[in-house]
């Protein structure tokens, strides 16, 4: 049985020592986002995102169901999260299929992100109201965690659902019919917006030093994290703030201010990677 | 040494020399004796020495199987009546006596805070039992090196680079240290300790050895000059 342990003291301690001399343990700015890698493909809807040594994999599929009476006419958007020792070996794996705080977090900050922010038009995803929707799912898979999930996670689910195509519909009268990929081509999904996750990690006993894109350590040192998600229209989809330490409204300030010129390097290579597998197609 | 060969587990290595019966045949890691056979445990590259009565197969993996005597930097993660329970990477924790330091009695005995990081080599290690590890030389009673590790920096790396990062002969090691002082352990269950003057360069050296798993001597000494006209 292994269980968290996190790093050891020794660790913890140089990762602050080194910060308050502006320096980083992977050599980076303070500032600095690691490279973000973005590969698409070979089926539509599945997307790989590398963040340094953090990878995630997304899976976007679909089928039809009801919809839940209360809302007849929105298609269904589910997210789910798995985090196994397959990322880092100290992660828990014994928990026998039970899903860890961790998983929750990410797949609900994922759901505000793109549900939520209203990215995904899920009145687009009703066949016949009341009656027959798309249930839209995402599953995704860390491969490698080398810190910032959430970050790396928001990117492949959204590249995910982009790049996703789902069979085409025709409604005749009370008959709906669910046209082969073959017969017709599938049509992608009605997506408003891209919403771009960039984070922070506040570290020292008051969260006084903030880094751009933790690493692993750094997230296991820090005493406060910050999630700021932009679109391209530079307007705020959701900010999302973790750990005890409070933060000040100038932090908050400069953070975003960070994180509105990082947002858009990452749009910018999401919809390159988007177009790159378009063309290749 | 001749051409490389590369053995998969069960693999059976010819061993036999023109006088096999007087000589005695030693097997490192990966190897194992079934019957009169040997058989390779692991994946690798066969090495083999001193006319071909050493034998053992270098790999690289990433999970530490504790063998013993060798070194390895693990973390304290519980206390217990008798000992410490230390992370040291392996499938289970190891045991680490309060004993097992030097000059450690019944009544004078040291007091490890959870999280410490500790040096010491792998006492104990089979299938049957958890590792037991030990701060000091057991034959000696000295610390040799070993104990708990007050300063510094440690980071991971495969287990194929602290093998090779052991030998202090290591070009990546010689290079750094021509240009910057600095202190350095390695563990065998891939994880390495540094201490520099500056966090900026404890830095520099962590990158610099992570970097050069992959590069030969030359291109080592070419990384290691560059980085450091950077700074």
Not at chain 1, 53 to 73: F, G, K, N
Not at chain 1, 195 to 201: D, L, Q, R, T
Request: charged share 20%; hydrophobic share 40%; net charge neutral.
């Amino acid at each position: 049985m292994v269980v968290d342990i996190g790093p050891s003291n020794i660790e913890t301690a140089f990762v602050l020592e080194a910060l308050r001399k502006n320096v980083r343990v992977d050599g980076r700015g303070i500032y600095d986002y690691r490279t973000l890698r973005i590969s698409c493909g070979p089926t539509p809807g599945l997307a790989e995102v590398q963040l340094g040594q953090t990878r995630v994999l997304a899976r976007v599929s679909c089928e039809v169901t009801r919809p839940s009476p209360d809302r007849p006419t929105e298609g269904l958007v589910q997210f789910s999260s798995e985090l196994s020792n397959l990322a880092a070996p100290n992660l828990d794996a014994s928990s026998g299929g039970r899903v860890s705080a961790q998983e929750v977090a990410i797949s609900r900050m994922v759901e505000r992100v793109i549900r939520q922010s209203r990215a995904i038009d899920t009145e687009a995803l009703c066949i016949l109201a009341g009656v027959k929707v798309w249930a839209v799912r995402v599953d995704l898979h860390f491969l490698d965690h080398g810190g910032n999930l959430m970050d790396a996670a928001a990117a492949a689910a959204i590249v995910a659902l982009r790049h996703f195509r789902r069979p085409d519909v025709t409604v005749q009268g009370e008959e709906a019919i669910i046209h082969d990929p073959r017969e017709r081509n599938p049509v992608p999904l009605s997506i408003h917006h891209t919403p771009v996750c960039v984070s922070f990690a506040f570290l020292g006993a008051l969260g006084e030093l903030a880094v751009l894109d933790p690493s692993l350590l750094e997230e296991q040192a820090q005493a406060a994290s910050f999630t700021v998600t932009l679109n391209a229209h530079k307007e705020i989809c959701a900010l999302n703030k973790a750990g005890g330490v409070p933060l000040s409204p100038e932090q908050i300030q400069r953070c975003t201010q960070v994180a509105l010129t990082k947002a858009d390097e990452i749009s910018d290579a999401i919809n390159a990677a988007l177009k790159g597998s378009s063309s290749s197609k | 040494m001749g051409d490389t060969k590369i053995v998969i587990p069960g693999d059976i290595i010819d061993t036999h020399t023109e006088d096999s019966d007087q000589t005695i045949l030693r097997l490192g890691p990966g190897l194992t004796q079934t019957n009169d056979d040997t058989r390779a445990t692991t994946a690798g590259v066969l090495h083999s020495a001193k006319d071909n009565t050493q034998y053992w197969v270098v790999s690289n993996k990433r999970r530490y199987v504790p063998a013993e005597s060798e070194p390895v930097l693990g973390v304290i993660v519980a206390r217990h009546g008798e000992g410490y329970r230390v992370d040291i990477g392996s499938a289970h924790d190891a045991l680490l006596p309060l004993l097992a330091f030097e000059g450690a009695t019944k009544r004078n005995k040291p007091n490890l805070a959870l999280g410490t990081l500790v040096y010491a080599r792998v006492a104990v290690a089979n299938s049957l039992m958890d590792p037991e590890i030990e701060c000091f030389n057991s034959k000696t009673g000295k610390a040799e090196g070993y104990g708990e590790m007050t300063e510094g920096f440690m980071f991971k790396c495969s287990l194929g680079l602290a093998r090779r990062l052991i030998d202090s002969r290591a070009p990546v090691l010689g290079a750094l240290g021509a240009g910057v002082p600095f202190e350095v352990a390695v563990g065998l269950n891939g994880r390495v300790w540094i201490n520099t003057a500056s966090p900026a360069t404890t830095v520099l050296v962590a990158n610099a050895i992570k970097n050069s798993e992959f590069l030969n001597a030359k291109q080592c000494r070419q990384m290691v000059k560059e980085l450091l006209e950077k700074q």
